[in-house]
């Protein structure tokens, strides 16, 4: 059983700063991409940012320069330190890994936290 939890999510005013974390846990799990999606009230979902298992990141031309990905592999754990953050961000956030497990592929989501950031 593989599950990913999040944490870090809340309300915060505009211009202030949150970091989300994803903790994956489950024995042989073989974590690939990981990456962080949100979902506006009343919108679909979207990328936000993406990393790989070598460190290679990804960002929605939205939160460039306001956002930053990083992850520990030894702690299976990725992490997304919002700074600057604007009202269009209020969402709920959700964490996806991607990987091996067993022989073939997988991939998961977490539950999602919300982000509320208010004017």
């Known amino acids: 059983q593989v599950t990913l939890v999040e944490s870090g999510g809340g309300l915060v005013q505009a211009g202030g700063s949150l970091m989300l974390s994803c903790t994956t846990s489950?024995?042989?799990?073989?974590?690939?991409?990981m990456g962080w999606y949100r979902r506006a009230p009343g919108k679909q979902r979207e990328l936000v940012a993406t990393?790989?298992?070598?460190?290679?990141?990804n960002y929605a031309d939205s939160v460039k320069g306001r956002f930053t990905i990083s992850r520990d592999n030894a702690k299976n754990t990725m992490y997304l330190q919002m700074n600057s953050l604007k009202p269009d961000d209020t969402a709920v956030y959700y964490c996806?890994?991607?990987?091996?497990?067993?022989?073939?592929?997988?991939?998961?989501w977490g539950q999602g936290t919300q982000v509320t950031v208010s004017s």
């Open positions: 996806n890994a991607d990987g091996y497990y067993g022989l073939g592929y997988a991939n998961y």
């Open positions: 489950g024995r042989g799990f073989r974590i690939n991409e």
């Open positions: 990393i790989t298992s070598g460190g290679s990141t």
